[in-house]
């Protein structure tokens, strides 16, 4: 029987955070791929964990996944983990996930700690959705461009920045988004941790040469709504018609959907429904 590949998140920064099941899933598996097994050992001797570990990075991840899932097969489980936070999201393991799903291998989450997750709860937007987006290109030109495609999300924007280049997405965002507020996270959940919201120029004449990755929550567009225009009683009738001649919408759910595409009460939506059927008899 084949065994289990577990995806688990760990600790962004403070080792406290890591969920009792992950510790446990983390000494139970029989290796523990991590993205650098370096940064990895840490949270494993903190916590007296003796699993094997082996790299599985961006750089070899297509040369070490068959052998892993060759592992899988035989029965033995597999432990994902990235550098900080949840694997895959932003960083390597989506190779693997994939693969072992082709295998037929049981693939667990094992949530816990998120740095976008983390930014979005403590920014004070999002709260009805938001669109992350992970890393910027890293060059300007791109850059620039994968932003200007964002400046009408009507929801908060996530992403990540690498210290060494958040000058220069800041000030791409700026003429981008133009001044919006941005909560800029850094160092979350560690002991000089930061998240600040103020305007992105703001951001600029203050940000120094930070170490650290950095999780933006840019605030959205504003959305103008047009008013549709309201068609005739006829035409109406006509449209209400089209929904319901298949049979798939009944009459209530096609009273509903025209009520909400041209912003009136479903009273307003019948009303005129019942005078395009008259105007036409």
Known sequence: MPGTLYVVATPIGNLEDVT????R????????AAEDTRRTSRLLQHYSISTPTTSLHAH???????RLIERLRA????ALVSD??????????????AAAHAAGVRVEPIPGPSAAIAAVSASGMGGDGFLFVGFPPARAAARSTWL??????????????????????????????????VALGRELTKTHEELVVRPISAHLASIGEGRGEYTLVIEPAEVTVKQ???????????????????????????IKQLAVKYGLSARAVYSMVEQGRQSIK
């Open 84 to 97: 900080a936070g949840t694997p895959v999201v932003s960083d390597p393991g989506e190779r693997l996930v």
């Open 75 to 78: 029965g033995e489980s597999v």
């Open 20 to 23: 009792l099941r992950a510790l």
């Open 228 to 254: 549709a225009v309201i068609p005739v009683p006829k035409t109406f009738f006509a449209e209400f018609g089209l929904l319901t001649e298949s049979g798939v919408v009944g009459r209530k759910a096609a």
């Open 25 to 32: 899933i983390l000494r139970e598996a029989s290796v523990i």
């Open 60 to 66: 070899n991840e297509e040369a070490k996944t068959p």
């Open 148 to 181: 200007s495609r964002l400046a009408a999300e009507p929801r908060p924007v996530v992403l990540y920045e690498a210290p060494h280049r958040i000058k220069a997405t800041l000030g791409d965002l700026l003429a981008a988004f133009g001044d919006r507020r």
